[in-house]
C-alpha cells in the first residue's frame, strides 16, 4: 500500500522569495511522483513529474526534488509570484498504479 | 477538445437519500476515476473504470458504486446518504490503461452536503 504524506497543512511567503513544499512517501515500488495544483473551485491540475532515474526535474519556477533513500521529494519554486497561491498536493501511485494523494499544501504568496 | 466537465457543481441532500453525479470524460479517455475530497484533506480513491469495466476500488462501502458508459461519461451513485459523506466529488480521466507516470485530468468537482 502507498502512503503520502504531506505534514504542512499550509505556508505563507512574500513575493519574489522561494517556496519549498515537502511530500513523504512509504512505498518505493513505483518511484514515480507528481503535483498538482488546485485553485478554488477548481480541479487539480498536473504540475510536475519526477521519476526515480532522477533526482531532479526542472520546469520554468518550479523544480521537484527526489531523495529516494529518505522517500522524501520537494517542490521548489522561484521565484514565487501571488498566482501561485493554491493548494499543492504531491501523489505516488499505488496499487494498479492508482495515485495516492496527499492531503495538501495551502501555499498563500503575499504581494 | 472539451475538458472534464461534473454536473451538478452543488448538491444538498438529506440524511438516508441517494445521488447520483455525473462526469464527461475528456474525449478519447478510457479510464476514469472517481475521488472523494473532504474538507481539509486530500482526494480519496473510490473507483476507477477502464472501459466500461471497474479496474480498482478504494477502501468505501458498497453504498458506492458507480458505472462508466461507451460515451466517455460515468456516474457516480451514493445510497443512504450518511452525514460523513458531505464532501466534495473529483471525477478524473486520463487517456489509456493506468501506468505509473499517468497523468489525471480532473472536472471541477461536485460539493455534496448531506444534512
Known amino acids: 500500500d502507498q502512503q503520502v504524506k504531506q505534514n504542512s497543512p499550509s505556508l505563507s511567503v512574500q513575493e519574489g522569495r522561494i517556496s519549498i513544499l515537502n511530500c513523504d512517501y512509504t512505498n518505493s515500488m513505483f518511484d514515480y511522483f507528481l503535483w498538482y495544483k488546485k485553485y478554488p473551485a477548481e480541479g487539480p491540475t498536473f504540475l510536475i513529474s519526477?521519476?526515480?532515474?532522477?533526482d531532479k526535474n526542472e520546469d520554468g519556477r518550479f523544480t521537484v526534488f527526489l531523495n529516494k533513500s529518505a522517500k522524501h521529494l520537494s517542490l521548489h519554486i522561484v521565484p514565487s509570484q501571488p498566482g501561485d497561491s493554491a493548494v499543492y498536493f504531491c501523489?505516488?501511485?499505488?496499487?494498479?498504479?492508482?495515485?495516492?494523494f496527499g492531503r495538501g499544501t495551502s501555499l498563500i504568496v503575499h504581494p | 477538445e472539451t475538458g472534464v466537465t461534473q454536473s451538478p457543481t452543488h448538491l444538498i441532500k438529506t440524511r438516508g437519500q441517494q445521488v447520483t453525479l455525473r462526469c464527461s470524460s475528456q474525449?478519447?479517455?478510457?479510464?476514469v476515476s472517481w475521488y472523494q475530497q473532504a474538507l481539509g484533506q486530500g482526494p480519496q480513491f473510490i473507483f476507477q473504470y477502464y472501459r466500461e469495466e471497474e479496474n480498482g476500488r478504494g477502501n468505501f462501502p458498497p453504498r458506492f458504486s458507480g458505472l462508466q458508459f461507451p460515451n466517455y461519461s460515468s456516474e457516480l451513485n451514493v445510497n443512504a446518504l450518511e452525514l460523513d459523506d458531505s464532501a466534495l466529488y473529483l471525477c478524473?480521466?486520463?487517456?489509456?490503461?493506468?501506468?505509473?507516470?499517468?497523468?489525471?485530468?480532473f472536472g471541477s468537482g461536485t460539493q455534496l452536503s448531506v444534512l
Open positions: 478524473a480521466s486520463s487517456p489509456d490503461r493506468p501506468t505509473a507516470n499517468e497523468k489525471l485530468f
Open positions: 474525449s478519447g479517455h478510457n479510464t
Open positions: 519526477i521519476s526515480s532515474i532522477k
Open positions: 501523489a505516488a501511485p499505488g496499487g494498479s498504479y492508482i495515485p495516492t
